[in-house]
């Protein structure tokens, strides 16, 4: 049987302007937890820093480039990055389960001959039993490459692009391994993404055959760079790409979308409306800067492939790149250094996005699943918004809060705490002027990742059908 909260939400909404929550709704929902805190204190640049330079030294991580050695090479590469895993496995008690995913791919436009493509996977399973089989990915490409780009054997040092991204994956497997989460994390180093996203792509059509239950994926790509090519230095924000609408909606999803809204409220644009909150939160000192794209402009990463298999996914980069960086062969002209090398690598500010990374990661990892069945309970005109969901299951669940924000605002503006409910009414906030979510929270204060209202899916035919009221088919 349905509850239905009308508890008066005029205590939390007069008008828009709401009034601030309880004291004791507060202090569950505005909570530090303290092992986010601690993990994120663990967070070394100096680790970074080591790993980067590491990374460095194997002189090129070409997908294409040797194997048989232990010092140059990407399968040196690789080979290291698994033993840095497994001795992070040791320091778990051996709960990270780290493996090579390997695939063969080629010959393509970028991969002239059929070349073995290996992913180090390194796997943290969950501890409760409602939420082991949820998984969220944190992810960075090793791979590297310089022009000539098909040369498996030019200088590619990969120093921001994209050892930083791998220095931050490998700096959370290091630290979060050494902790207890709800739901399951994933730390992947991908291989390939170079010459087309090929290892993330194995990776995610995997995760969809054997019908992974992916929260979400973070992808971190040249984040390492403070002083962009524009003469710009911005150690303190870091950008998040998010996809607005996901590319695997169907047509009948897509036309209920148009006729209801949401064009700026798919999975993954709350993916990084979270990530900014919880960098908030937790990481003060840095700033999250949401970019409404799936990628920069005519450019993709790893993010991609999930995205391509219907899983909610981000990007994080600097905020100013550095051209002269990236794909370049070491080289000076004009007075112009080229080249991605460590020392145009700012270790302390990856250790930062690795703690924006982390912030959301363990959140999202210790909270209750995001609501599901979020719906509003009437298809018509209301002057209040009645929102409904499918109760969560977890044993730790304190109950849900409902986000509200005007519709041309990019992120959310306000919470309303709702008590453990399956439905409430936001009075005086029509769904007309007004965009909503739903989040579950858990005793210890862990919010979710926010659920958006999904839109009711009427046949074809009654779209297009409607019949004309009073005489007028113009009017509504």
């Keep these: ?5 009308i508890l008066l939400i005029s205590v939390f909404i007069a008008v828009f302007c709401l009034l601030p929550q309880s004291q004791a709704a507060a202090q569950i929902t505005n909570a530090r937890n303290p092992q986010v805190v601690k993990i994120l204190d663990e967070i070394s640049a100096t680790n970074i820093e080591a790993t980067i330079r590491k990374l460095v030294s194997f002189k090129t991580r070409q997908t294409m480039s040797r194997t048989d050695s ?20 040791k320091d778990s008690g051996g709960r990270l389960k780290v493996e090579f995913q390997s695939t063969m791919v080629g010959p393509t436009m970028r991969i002239p001959n059929p070349t073995e493509v290996v992913n180090v996977v390194a796997t943290l399973p969950g501890t409760q039993a409602e939420s082991k089989d949820r998984i969220y990915v944190v992810g960075g490409h090793y791979d590297s490459i310089a022009r000539p780009a098909n040369d498996p054997t030019i ?6 692009d994209d050892a930083s991204g ?21 730390f992947v180093t991908y291989a390939a993404e170079e010459q087309g996203l090929n290892g993330s792509a194995a990776l995610a059509e995997k995760a969809k055959k054997e019908n992974w239950n992916v929260g979400a994926v973070f992808n971190n790509d040249i984040v390492g760079n403070t002083i962009g090519g524009n003469g710009v230095r911005d150690n303190s924000h870091v950008r998040v790409f998010s996809e607005g609408i996901p590319r695997t909606e169907t047509p ?33 000192s840095m700033g999250v800067v949401m970019v409404f794209r799936a990628d920069r402009y005519g450019r993709g990463g790893d993010q991609n492939s999930w995205l391509a298999q219907g899983y909610p996914g981000v990007r994080f980069t600097e905020m100013n790149e550095d051209f002269t960086r990236q794909h370049q062969a070491v080289h000076e002209e004009n007075g112009i250094k080229y080249g991605d090398v460590p020392e145009m690598v700012d270790f302390a500010y990856v250790a930062q996005v690795a703690r924006v990374n982390g912030a959301a990661m363990a959140s999202a990892a210790l909270a209750p699943a995001s609501p599901a069945g979020v719906a509003f309970a009437a298809r018509g005109q209301e002057y209040d918004a009645e929102l409904t969901w499918t109760a969560n299951k977890e044993p730790d669940l304190a109950g849900y809060q ?55 899916m009427r046949p074809p035919q009654q779209q297009q059908q409607r019949p004309p009221s009073n005489g007028n088919p113009n009017r509504p």
């Design 70 to 89: 232990d010092t140059e090479g990407i399968g040196a590469a690789r080979r290291w990055i698994k033993s840095e895993m497994e001795r992070y496995s």
């Design 252 to 284: 009948q999803e897509a036309r209920a979308r148009q006729s209801n809204g949401g064009e700026n409220d798919g999975p993954s644009r709350q993916l990084a409306r979270y990530i900014k909150a919880m960098c908030e939160r937790y990481v003060p």
């Design 1 to 5: 049987m349905r509850i239905v909260t």
């Design 155 to 160: 200088y590619a040092p990969g120093a921001n």
């Design 166 to 186: 791998t220095a931050v994956t490998m700096e959370l497997a290091r630290v979060m391994s050494k902790y207890e989460f709800d739901s399951t994390l994933v």
């Design 402 to 456: 409902v986000l509200v924000r005007t519709t041309t605002a990019p992120d959310w503006e306000r919470k309303v705490w709702v008590g453990n409910v399956t439905a409430a009414t936001m009075k005086g906030l029509s769904k007309d002027d007004y965009m909503f979510a739903v989040q579950a929270v858990d005793k210890d204060g862990n919010e979710s990742i926010a659920s958006f209202p999904k839109s009711p």
